[in-house]
């Protein structure tokens, strides 16, 4: 597995680290001239996303959701740029394959260079972060298939089995919404002060990369509130069929209450018992039995309880 690795194209080089160790810390002091904070913020990641401008470079740092198939969860990828004029230094924390895909694509394919690398470092920035949020459209393409399988198996009568399965796709869609929505707020602080971070040329483009992660996040969004309506169908259906299984129960327990009661009277040990040495006795109770069932089940018709 690379940690450094290093492409030149156009008088423009890409530095990238992958999983930096202390090794490459060191060798980051050693051979740069970074500010001692940006390096500070390098040694490890930083969960939340900014930008900071220094005198000769500007540091920025993004996050992008990544699908953990293993543990069916959602997992932040933190990438953190540092910007200068003939070069551009990113630190990988993990495992991220549309980056390392591409990254792997610029060493071996001039074509592609020649397009990333056409400008300055700023405009390789902002085609790197727009390949970045790009590749997270087929996540989401993922969480609404579901979404519709989810829509269609609701009304088949499977409520209990989707009951944790609508939960973790929820889940899945939160975390992607959590780790997505704070780079809105440093994109829009680029897009509105260009000139502090990068210069009023670069503007058109972080716009561009603005648009584009909003689009993520109003599309996560709908999935999000889409999940929670199927939560709340799945779970009144739920409770519509314990409501039915529960009213039939009741009944059950209505009509064999008198029954028992029967029962109980005429096998108390008592004198006198009517009925009892009768010689049809034991055929007039269970006819009384049945018509005491029978009565109740009409009660039950007339009131539309069956």
């Given at each position: 597995?690379?940690?450094?690795?290093?492409?030149?194209?156009?008088?423009?080089?890409?530095?990238?680290?992958?999983?930096?160790?202390?090794?490459?810390?060191?060798?980051?002091?050693?051979?740069?001239?970074?500010?001692?904070?940006?390096?500070?913020?390098?040694?490890?990641?930083?969960?939340?996303?900014?930008?900071?401008?220094?005198?000769?470079h500007t540091l920025l740092i993004v996050r992008f959701p990544q699908f953990d198939r293993s543990g069916k969860?959602?997992?932040?990828?933190?990438?953190?740029?540092?910007?200068?004029?003939?070069?551009?230094?990113?630190?990988?924390?993990?495992?991220?394959?549309?980056?390392?895909?591409?990254?792997?694509?610029?060493?071996?394919?001039?074509?592609?260079?020649?397009?990333?690398?056409?400008?300055?470092?700023?405009?390789?920035?902002?085609?790197?972060?727009?390949?970045?949020?790009?590749?997270?459209?087929?996540?989401?393409?993922?969480?609404?298939?579901?979404?519709?399988?989810?829509?269609?198996?609701?009304?088949?009568?499977?409520?209990?089995?989707?009951?944790?399965?609508?939960?973790?796709?929820?889940?899945?869609?939160?975390?992607?919404?959590?780790?997505?929505?704070?780079?809105?707020?440093?994109?829009?602080?680029?897009?509105?002060?260009?000139?502090?971070?990068?210069?009023?040329?670069?503007?058109?483009?972080?716009?561009?990369?603005?648009?584009?992660?909003?689009?993520?996040?109003?599309?996560?969004?709908?999935?999000t509130e889409t999940l929670l309506v199927l939560h709340e169908t799945n779970a009144s259906i739920l409770s519509?069929?314990?409501?039915?299984?529960?009213?039939?129960?009741?009944?059950?327990?209505?009509?064999?209450?008198?029954?028992?009661?029967?029962?109980?009277?005429?096998?108390?040990?008592?004198?006198?018992?009517?009925?009892?040495?009768?010689?049809?006795?034991?055929?007039i109770l269970i006819g009384m039995m049945g018509v005491g069932t029978f009565v109740m089940l009409m009660i039950?018709?007339?009131?539309?309880?069956?």
């Amino acid at each position: 597995m690379w940690y450094m690795q290093k492409i030149s194209h156009n008088n423009i080089t890409l530095t990238a680290f992958k999983k930096p160790r202390e090794k490459e810390i060191d060798f980051l002091k050693s051979n740069y001239n970074f500010h001692p904070l940006v390096v500070d913020e390098l040694a490890h990641p930083t969960f939340h996303p900014k930008v900071e401008n220094y005198q000769s470079h500007t540091l920025l740092i993004v996050r992008f959701p990544q699908f953990d198939r293993s543990g069916k969860e959602v997992k932040a990828s933190e990438i953190d740029f540092i910007i200068t004029k003939d070069e551009l230094v990113f630190f990988q924390y993990n495992d991220f394959d549309a980056l390392e895909t591409l990254v792997k694509e610029l060493s071996v394919e001039e074509p592609l260079r020649d397009e990333f690398f056409k400008s300055n470092t700023n405009f390789l920035l902002y085609k790197i972060l727009t390949h970045l949020f790009r590749s997270l459209f087929p996540q989401l393409d993922h969480i609404i298939k579901k979404v519709d399988e989810l829509e269609h198996k609701i009304f088949k009568g499977k409520q209990e089995e989707l009951v944790s399965e609508i939960s973790l796709y929820r889940r899945e869609a939160i975390d992607f919404k959590r780790i997505v929505g704070p780079n809105v707020k440093i994109l829009e602080e680029i897009k509105e002060n260009p000139s502090e971070f990068f210069g009023e040329d670069i503007a058109p483009y972080f716009h561009e990369l603005h648009t584009v992660n909003s689009r993520l996040i109003s599309l996560i969004e709908s999935q999000t509130e889409t999940l929670l309506v199927l939560h709340e169908t799945n779970a009144s259906i739920l409770s519509n069929k314990m409501s039915n299984i529960m009213k039939v129960l009741t009944m059950f327990s209505v009509i064999v209450f008198p029954l028992t009661l029967f029962a109980s009277i005429w096998g108390m040990n008592v004198e006198n018992m009517p009925l009892v040495g009768h010689q049809q006795d034991f055929w007039i109770l269970i006819g009384m039995m049945g018509v005491g069932t029978f009565v109740m089940l009409m009660i039950f018709k007339v009131k539309k309880w069956i």
